[in-house]
Antibody, heavy 120, light 108 residues
Framework: QVQLQESGPGLVKPSQTLSLTCTVS??????????WSWIRQPAGKGLEWIGR???????NYNPSLKSRVTISVDTSKNQFSLKLSSVTAADTAVYYC????????????WGQGTLVTVSS | DIQMTQSPSTLSASVGDRVTITCRAS??????LAWYQQKPGKAPKLLIY???SLESGVPSRFSGSGSGTEFTLTISSLQPDDFATYYC??????????FGPGTKVDIK
């Protein structure tokens, strides 16, 4: 059973960089044709897709966030990471990592989510 | 980018009711649509993929239909565990995915 677990600071100051890591267990991040994604959800609002990475390093990003987002993968640690720069209060949200199968996919496994608050 | 809308935004229903939620895409997405259920404080749970395929372990009272730009999620007989928020997601585009705004199903 694949499990995903987000980790990282729960509080980030405005203008700084938000950094989160998703650790995958129960299977190799490199096996199969899986893409690994970040999705966020502000309190009381809907889901926003941030971006994804394939284990080759190929990435896709939401155009609205592209200039500030970097997603990377570390296959040796079975982890992938999110960096979001120049954060503001609008970036306060629960951040989820998730897995999709294939280049065009739906999300069958999700992490539990981690709340990141942007505040001074 | 493909935009997704859902209707209604909130739905009040009783246990045993048949419930239908509609999701519309701003352009054709063939059958590349998924439905998720989310409960407060929890991650979304996949219910339906490819518009009408039931995810393993999901009760058969959930069904999906549609193609192109209009899709529906139906719960044939609403159960107490089904009160939640439901999201559709398009994955037609290989580079950008989008979710609908959600439909909250609450107790009438």
């Amino acid at each position: 059973q694949v499990q995903l677990q987000e980790s990282g600071p729960g509080l980030v100051k405005p203008s700084q960089t938000l950094s989160l890591t998703c650790t995958v267990s129960g299977g190799s991040i490199s096996s199969g044709s899986y893409y690994w994604s970040w999705i966020r959800q502000p309190a009381g609002k809907g889901l926003e897709w941030i971006g994804r990475i394939y284990t080759s390093g190929s990435t896709n990003y939401n155009p609205s966030l592209k200039s500030r987002v970097t997603i990377s993968v570390d296959t040796s640690k079975n982890q992938f990471s999110l960096k979001l720069s120049s954060v503001t209060a609008a970036d306060t949200a629960v951040y989820y990592c998730a897995r999709s199968e294939g280049p065009s996919g739906y999300y069958d496994y999700w992490g539990q989510g981690t709340l990141v608050t942007v505040s001074s | 980018d493909i935009q997704m809308t859902q209707s209604p935004s909130t739905l009040s229903a009783s246990v045993g009711d048949r419930v239908t939620i509609t999701c519309r895409a701003s352009q054709s997405i063939s059958s590349w649509l998924a439905w998720y259920q989310q409960k407060p404080g929890k991650a979304p749970k996949l219910l339906i993929y490819k518009a009408s395929s039931l995810e393993s372990g999901v009760p058969s009272r959930f069904s999906g239909s549609g193609s192109g730009t209009e899709f529906t999620l139906t719960i044939s007989s609403l159960q107490p565990d089904d009160f939640a928020t439901y999201y559709c997601q398009q994955y037609n585009s290989y580079s950008v995915f989008t979710f609908g705004p959600g439909t909250k199903v609450d107790i009438k």
